[in-house]
């Protein structure tokens, strides 16, 4: 009975780790949240663990590192029609960067809830597409995986 039990609990979390697509009232609530426009083909977030999370402090110097990004890795990527932002966890720490345009806060730990909750860590990045689908990295990312993502959600 006990193996049975088992094995119907892996069964469940193969097909749950299957599952990549954000579910629709979920997705109509993150396009309103962060201004993500119909037009846009892919939503890509680059998120910022709890500063308990991560082994250093993470949210010195946030202008230094979002224009890092775009200089070093976003440059390297065609944005047309894709919708990039940053999303920090810890509002309070953000809040010199935060401007709902482009930095937004985790309303409601969303994102670290459902895809960014692995303490010992301090960055990823989640891009979705149109249809809910998504992939994301747990750590450092280049503009290859951004590009590698991107593909694979086309």
Known sequence: MRKIGIILF???QMSFAQEKNIP?????????????NEEEEFLIINYRFPQ????????SELESTYNWLNNKVY???D???YRNIFIYADKLAAKPILDNETHFDDIGH????NFFDKKGNCIGLLIINKKGEYKYIIGEYSSKDILNLTETLK
């Open 52 to 59: 308990d999370y991560c082994p250093y402090e993470n949210y």
């Open 110 to 113: 969303y994102f670290l809830k």
């Open 75 to 77: 440059s390297k990527v």
């Open 24 to 36: 629709k009232d979920q997705m109509k609530s993150i396009r309103y949240e962060y201004n993500w």
């Open 79 to 81: 944005m047309t029609n």
């Open 10 to 12: 892996l069964i469940s």
